[in-house]
């Protein structure tokens, strides 16, 4: 993976028709730009919630929504800020570690999330203030 990359859409193809229906698949280090240590799912959330509100120190993701559309508020420790609309299950979202996110769902959107790290607490940013002061030199 290259060093500094941005939050970025991939397409992740799809195989099928409209007639028998689609499969869209993610592979280690071909389409998806690192090796696959976890996958999480996230479900039911309600519209009014605003889920997210972190960044990470290591961690990189790709996003989906695999049904519904959900919206992803990206911001750099710079503050570059970019909104995604994730509204088709073959196009994932990259999100490279040291982004702030704020994600909302619409009514029973499916997130599916590959991350490049096991799950570690202390992987986490949870602190606006935190996340900003590392972008000043
Ligand atoms: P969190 O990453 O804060 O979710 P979101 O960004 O969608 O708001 O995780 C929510 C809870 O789930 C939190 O208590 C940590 C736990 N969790 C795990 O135990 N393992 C995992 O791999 C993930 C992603 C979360």
């Not at 790709?62 to 911001?75: A, D, K, M, Y």
């Amino acid at each position: 993976m290259k060093l500094f990359e941005k939050p970025h859409l991939i397409d992740f193809q799809s195989i099928g028709s409209r007639d028998l229906g689609y499969i869209t698949v993610a592979e280690n280090n071909k389409n998806v730009p690192f090796d696959i240590k976890r996958v999480y799912w996230t479900y039911y959330t309600p519209q009014s919630v605003k889920r997210g509100g972190h960044a990470h120190h290591n961690l990189n993701q790709v996003i989906f929504s695999v049904s519904g559309n959900i919206t992803l508020n990206t911001e750099s420790v710079k503050g570059e800020k970019k909104s995604f609309l994730l509204d088709n299950p073959q196009i994932g979202l990259f999100i490279p570690k040291l982004y702030w996110r704020d994600i909302v769902f619409s009514h029973s959107a499916v997130l599916l999330c590959l991350a490049s790290e096991p799950y570690s607490i202390d992987d986490y940013i949870r602190n606006y203030d935190q996340f900003k002061l590392l972008g000043t030199p």
